[in-house]
């Protein structure tokens, strides 16, 4: 005999969130490392006057042109993900602060539809999963 009534109701939406979470869930670690790296990690050192057509350039070339916000960090990405593998600095409940500064390009989305870039040296905030990198905090 099958379930009727409010029993139904109220099972359903928990198999659609189990289900939910399981694909969710369903990207590896080194998937998401890869999609971290290749929207974060660029090691090419800039002139210190062409950051606006880098950011123009990059978030053309990413597709991802008209994002609000994206910080480009210029290291290996073994340094970044060295940050999960003890050089960082945990902040709770999932984070990670780096010991160490990263030289970073910060592009921003403007109203005359173009980026501008910000240059400058900072400590980054990154989320990792099995010693890789997974998200920064911008």
């Known amino acids: 005999m099958a379930p009727r009534g409010p029993r139904l109701a109220l099972l ?7 289900v939910c979470l399981a694909l969710a869930s369903g990207q590896s670690c080194r998937d998401r490392n890869y999609r971290f790296r290749w929207n974060h990690v660029d090691i090419r050192r800039l002139s210190h006057t062409r950051h606006n057509s880098y950011c123009n350039m990059r978030m053309k ?14 290291a290996p990405s073994e340094a970044v993900n060295f940050i999960c593998m003890g ?9 990670l602060r780096s010991k160490r500064y990263f ?16 240059y400058h040296r900072r400590q980054i905030v990154v989320r990792c999963c099995h010693r890789l990198a997974t998200y920064l905090q911008e």
Not at 12 to 18: E, F, G, V, W
């Open 103 to 118: 030289k970073l390009t910060t592009c921003t989305y403007n109203k005359s539809l173009s980026y501008t870039g910000r």
């Open 61 to 74: 070339k990413m597709s991802i042109y008209e994002k609000a916000v994206n910080t480009f960090i210029h």
């Open 12 to 18: 359903l939406p928990l198999i659609q969130l189990t």
């Open 87 to 95: 050089g960082g600095i945990r902040i709770p409940p999932d984070l």
